[in-house]
């Protein structure tokens, strides 16, 4: 049985920056030095790009990207993360690997996820941090839901029938995270685990 004392919940803007801190220190304080830490949170859209402004990119960067690296610098730090190192996850997505018409906007986001932890991966490795991404197909959530597509039969047959093996529920990702938080991924680091049903394959 989970030990519940072992959990806590926090709500928090990722993309305000200054509230981030104070939370990772409360963690620290009542269970002890970070060992995983997984980024999730993100927004998508689906847009032509003469639609992609300026503000749009920098609303999607702020908080696909510039609040996962925020978090993360933080996590890592010596004060939070154990001595004997851990291990980072990057939810990015398979839109980061390939090109889908009114993707150039969340697409960029999800490849910079991509290219930042293979970087960070060699940066950190003497310390012992892993980083790994996962780049999952479509898979069922909200986000999803709310996409253009799921209010178009025709649409989500096309969408379906891009994943050789359905679309994906969500526990197929968090299979994927539990392997890489845990040291049966000890020597894998800067890779990025394609989740997708079989998307990328075709
Ligand atoms: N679903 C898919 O098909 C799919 C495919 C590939 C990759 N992904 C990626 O998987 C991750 C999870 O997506 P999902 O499908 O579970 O989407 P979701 O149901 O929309 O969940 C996204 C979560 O991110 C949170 N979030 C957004 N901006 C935030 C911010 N500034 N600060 C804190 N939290 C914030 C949202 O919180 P609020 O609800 O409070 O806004 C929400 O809980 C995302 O990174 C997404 O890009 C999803």
Redesign the pocket.
């Known amino acids: 049985m989970q030990d519940r004392s072992r959990h806590l919940a926090f709500s ?4 305000e920056y200054d509230h981030v801190e104070a939370i990772l220190k409360e963690v620290v304080t009542k269970l002890g030095k970070i060992d995983g830490l997984v980024h ?5 859209a689906t847009l032509p790009f003469k639609m992609v402004n300026n503000e749009k990119l920098a609303h999607f960067f702020q ?2 990207v510039f ?1 996962a690296m925020h978090l993360t610098r933080l996590a890592i730090k010596p004060a939070y993360l154990s001595e004997k190192g851990g291990s980072v996850v990057f ?5 980061g690997i390939v090109g889908e018409i009114g993707k150039t906007l ?1 697409g960029m986001t ?1 490849g910079a996820l991509i290219s930042g932890s293979r970087a960070l991966a060699l940066e950190y490795a003497p310390r012992k941090i892993r980083f790994n991404c996962i ?10 839901q709310q996409s253009p597509y799921h209010k178009d039969a025709a649409a989500l047959k096309r969408i379906v029938s891009l994943h050789p093996l359905g679309i ?1 529920e ?1 526990t197929d ?1 968090a299979h994927a995270v539990t392997y890489l938080l845990s040291d049966a991924s000890k020597w894998v680091t800067g890779s990025n685990l394609i989740i997708d049903g079989g998307y990328y394959a075709r």
């Open positions: 928090v803007d990722l993309c999730s949170a993100g927004i998508s908080t696909n609040a939810i990015s997505s398979v839109m969340y999800k780049s999952p197909g479509v898979v069922e959530t909200p986000m999803s994906g969500s990702v």
